[in-house]
């Protein structure tokens, strides 16, 4: 994804002029039936200039009422257009990566080079180091480092192997090293590439339930103005007789189309789908991809998040942060013992454990190959790690460090024992929520290690935020209920579940469903796809399996689990974006009936002086009724163009509860949208008189 | 003004206050079915009804067949009142042979009696006959507010409901409204009205010669029984042609006081019931105190142009069209009211009010009357313009707006803007029509700027099922009796189905618990906001049709210029 932040480029507004310019066609027109009645206004408004043109007394205002009503179509089109034209850049960019390629399709062992474009669901196809990958699939064998900055602009190769949760592989995806054999799991036009092409682009873009019942609002907020507008003429007509005054005409069709297209919700009809396009844009700036704009919708009304505790709320590794040693055995023995034992572990808590021991002790790392020395490694079966030494004098030392279980039993087979005291460290250590490693020398037990989860940091803050916002976040952990409820505790979780199988995620989104609660959760596991389809927002990670990108709705590319909460706050800007221009769009037209009514009625009951008397809702001192109505339009017209940058980046989000964002939008939007136009109009009005 | 009017007027609004939980709790368990003290009384008599009709209390309905029974029952009412009419010579109890009114205005008065207008294009003493007015009339006056009720039940029913179809039992709310909460209050209201002096009797009319040698026909009739409905009932039809501005109706000024509250008294109250409904109390003081703000912002303009220095009389307290008994602040005080809601009972002529009180009196009509407004259709009106606040302004906190927990989509909005469309339509265009054929002109008393005034307002009143007229529009004819006709039916059924279908399909929705994420419906903010969608919205659809109307008028007053 490229990362351009400005809206306006010069390339893209040229394009999404041309755009805007294309889609005057009624067809194209019709589906936003706001701007369609603007467009009919504009047409009949041009229609009449032209006849009164050929009749020998055309009117200036009228050809002015005509452009600035005609603009006002283009500003509507052009807004859509920009936002298009943001998402077919970007599929421009993506459809390159697309270009023809060769599989290597293997069958009955051996194999044949075929277009990628004929291969079907279920082929078998080899990929080399250096080739593309030919189109979406699953690794079914060996493992290969691959390059996916096609799709997810991240350029450090991420490994697929067989089996387990990294096995999906993209189409357009390079491998960089290596050889894998990839089962084809989509049919040629819909892989991921053909789909997310389409989504960015905006091809297959649906209106969404919420954009559905505003756009009925809006079409019926304009019926409802209609009838007041077509009824206009006989009340006026009547005040016409009523006042004396029959040299007068009746309101020019041209002046009621102006009033019309000034009331109905013209700002929010304009700008409506290019919010909806920007909003799916901005998801995908932060590299998250929707399959629908109903899902970022959906993500907005999330109020239950499902987080898995590692990697989101926790570092994804355990620290070792105290060595706590047993009776008659000093802290710095242990330390030593258990530096020992780690110097060959190459996982994140080994190493810890190392560093600590020489924070603590300065105890150097040693070269290992000085003593005789064979690496006992971790296996599932044993479940400890450690060293055997044979010193000097020919007896073995026998370092161990593992589970409490594992270790007992070690001991114990050494005809040592376990101490009490050490059970008690222990269980008081998961308790904290502390993993606790035992380490153990031939039948002794040294100690205890205190291995730690790290919160991440600004986690418990970001958890207060969305408590503040009404969102209840839940921990999905391995843990046992113990030092589940302990990590909860400090990272600020709402609730959590512990020893959670696939199925108890699947079960707790369903109940909180069932009581009301739409869902959001992240997943990436094959095992994850039941819960990912049951949640209301299910975002896979790119580096998931097939099943899990399959199941859920939306896919983050970075693959990393704090995304979710992003995607909230997205979906919720998305909403708040289209409220706060439909309330800023209706208050608009407070002042622009006051600019309108009193030019239509001046002549109405006019005293002497030729003023009637509803002059005096002209508040504005507009110069003359021709300028007022046309200030009015034009005012309409130019605010479409001024709110399109809004529209784009949507309003700003804070994290604070409804009320407090409610009553920061009234004022901003509700507010602001009332008193804008009147100055706005005056200006205009100003302008206008300068320049005549 | 003097300070025994604004001790009134303060009277008015705290009794209103301190009553509304009263009467609020006690109709929360009138229809939640729950044991109160007017059960042992009148139990016996629920279950007869029921019996007689052979109503089974534990079947419930779903929105259509609520609607249906509803749509049948008061189609019957309809038949009986018209036929009523049409053959009341014939009839007993007509003890001035009264002829047979015309069929355009027995049709106008049967619809207006079932749809709780009241309009009357009749002069009820001069047209119809007792047992039409008892046995039509009243009836319809009983039975077209217990509709209203049952409505607004079967709505609070949807609103709050648990993903159910089942909206209750029309046959039930209706006879629990009549029975238990319009007849008792009606029975001790007439009582007390006739100890004012109300008169209730079944006499000939009397003849009497003045001390001035005139000769003068003083009616009778049962009207007292008639008043305290019509007046609780939100109906309005008075039992004279001069409503209460009649001695005969009106006689005293503890009648005057206790009848213009009577007209907001169950309105007012059923905010409270809908809040007990609702499961918090807070949801329906909300409602009420937007109802009182909407309310007083209006007495208060209205009683300011009255009270202020009229340029063309050269006097600053305007007397014109009112009872010298009664006074300005008690006029202006019962116009106010009876607009707000849908009653349409004056005690002074709304047509000599001056333009801003007369503006305000239609724009209280043309929002659908829903400031307290008709007993159930107030509220029910009411529940329209806040699912259109809560889908406009609940998106500006980023969810999917709700309201009591459930979520406002596409067709929720589209039947609210419906039942907003329905009335608004049939007072725009049939006054366009009015304008502008020689058939509705004809019935003009005043030119200018004040004849527009008089069509608006007759349509606004039969739109909006007030009833109340502008007086001076002579409406007895074949084309504003139909055109009146069909007003009053979309302005009631227009309004009805609509916000039966939102409450049919809301019944089936989730409930989404309250969050700190949630758009809050019963805080001072959500208040401010529903009176804005409720002005700007209403406003902005009649403000051209107002502007040549009665603001036209109001400036050329202060011009110096009256019509």
Known sequence: MTNKNKIFTKSLVIKAVKAALLKLNPKTLIKNPVIFIVAIGAFITTFIFFTDLFGGQAASFDFQIAIWLWFTVLFANFSEAIAEGRGKAQAESLRKNRSETVANRLINGKIEVVSATLLRKGDIVVCDSGDLIPADGDVVEGIASVDESAITGESAPVIRESGGDRSAVTGGTKVISDRIVVKITSEPGDTFLDRMIMLVEGAKRQKTPNEIALTILLSGLTIIFLLAIVTLPTFFQYSLDASGNTSAHNLSLPVLISLLVCLIPTTIGGLLSAIGISGMDRLLRKNVIATSGKAIEAAGDVDVLLLDKTGTITLGNRMAVEFIPADGISEESLADAAQLSSLADETPEGRSIVILAKELYNIRGRQIHENASTFIPFTAQSRMSGVDIESHDGTLRRIRKGSTDSIKKFVENNNGFFPKKMTEVINNLARQGATPLVVADNDKVLGVIHLKDIVKGGIRQRFAQLRSMGIRTIMITGDNPLTAAAIAAEAGVDDFLAEAMPEDKLARIRKEQSLGHLVGMIGDGTNDAPALAQADVGIAMNTGTQAAREAGNMVDLDSNPTKLIEVVETGKQLLMTRGALTTFSIANDVAKYFAIIPAIASILYANKFGLGPLNALNIMHLSSPESAILSAVIFNALIIILLIPLAMKGVKYRPLPANSILLRNLLVYGLGGIITPFIGIKIIDLFLKLIS | ?563
């Open chain 2, 1 to 563: 003004m003097e300070i025994s009017e604004i001790i009134q007027i303060l009277l008015y609004i705290a009794l209103l206050v301190m009553l509304t939980p009263v009467l609020g709790r006690f109709m929360t368990k009138v229809y939640m079915g729950k044991g109160h003290f007017m059960k042992p009384v009148l139990g016996w008599l629920e279950k007869f009804t029921y019996r007689l009709c052979s109503v089974d209390v534990q079947q419930e309905m779903d929105w259509k067949k609520y609607v249906s029974g509803l749509l049948i029952f008061n189609l019957f009412g309809f038949v009986i009142v018209f036929f009523l009419q049409l053959f009341q010579n014939q009839l007993p109890l007509n003890p001035q042979h009264l002829p047979n009114p015309s069929w355009h205005l027995s049709l106008n008065t049967a619809v207006s009696f079932m749809t709780n207008t009241n309009w009357q294009s009749y002069s009820g003493e001069t047209t119809l006959s007792y047992l039409v007015q008892m046995l039509g009339l009243t009836v319809q006056n009983f039975v077209s507010a217990g509709t209203g009720m049952a409505v607004l039940l079967a709505v609070i029913r949807g609103l709050t409901a648990k993903t159910t179809k089942m909206l209750g039992n029309f046959w039930v709310d209706l006879t629990r409204s009549v029975l238990y909460i319009l007849l008792p209050l009606s029975i001790i209201f007439s009582i007390v009205l006739v100890g004012q002096g109300v008169v209730q009797n079944f006499s000939h009319y009397t003849g009497s010669v003045t001390l001035e040698g005139a000769t003068q026909v003083i009616p009778g009739g049962p009207a007292a029984s008639q008043i305290a409905i019509k007046q609780l009932g939100t109906n309005g039809g008075g039992f004279f042609g001069t409503n209460s501005a009649h001695p005969f109706e009106n006689p005293t000024p503890v009648s005057n006081f206790l009848e213009m509250l009577a007209i907001l008294l169950i309105p007012a109250a059923l905010t409270f019931t809908y809040g007990r409904f609702a499961g918090s109390n807070k949801q329906g003081w909300t409602l009420f105190i937007v109802m009182l703000i909407l309310f007083t912002a209006g007495l208060m303009i209205s009683l300011k142009s009255e009270f202020s220095m009229n340029p063309v009389f050269k006097t600053a307290s305007n007397m014109e069209g009112k009872e010298t008994r009664l006074g300005i602040a008690n006029s202006v005080l019962w116009s106010v009211a009876t607009t707000d809601a849908s009653n349409g009972s004056v005690n002074a002529m709304e047509d000599s009010m001056t333009p801003l009180t007369g503006l305000i009196g239609m724009f209280n009509l043309m929002l659908g009357e829903i400031i307290f407004g008709g007993v159930g259709s107030g509220l029910y009106g009411m529940v329209v313009f806040i699912i259109l606040t809560v889908f406009i302004a609940g998106l500006m906190v980023g969810r999917t707006p709700e309201y009591l927990g459930k979520r406002i989509e596409a067709f929720e909005v589209q039947m609210a803007i419906l039942a907003v469309l329905a009335p608004c339509l049939i007072i725009l265009v049939f006054s366009a029509i009015a304008v502008s054929t020689q058939q509705g002109l004809s019935g003009l008393s005043n030119s200018g700027p004040h004849g527009l005034s008089q069509i608006l307002y007759a349509f606004s009143s039969g739109a909006g099922n007030n009833g109340s007229a502008f007086a001076g529009l002579s409406t007895n004819t074949v084309f504003y009796n139909l055109m009146l006709a069909l007003a009053m039916l979309v302005g009631r059924f227009g309004v009805i189905i609509p916000v039966m279908a939102i409450a049919g399909n809301m019944s089936m929705k989730k409930i989404t618990p309250p969050s700190s994420g949630t758009f809050r419906t019963d805080n001072w903010l959500f208040g401010i906001l529903l009176i804005a969608v409720i002005l700007i919205v209403g406003g902005l659809t009649f403000f051209p049709a107002l502007a040549l109307g009665p603001i036209t008028e109001h400036f050329l007053m202060i011009g110096g210029i009256s019509y």
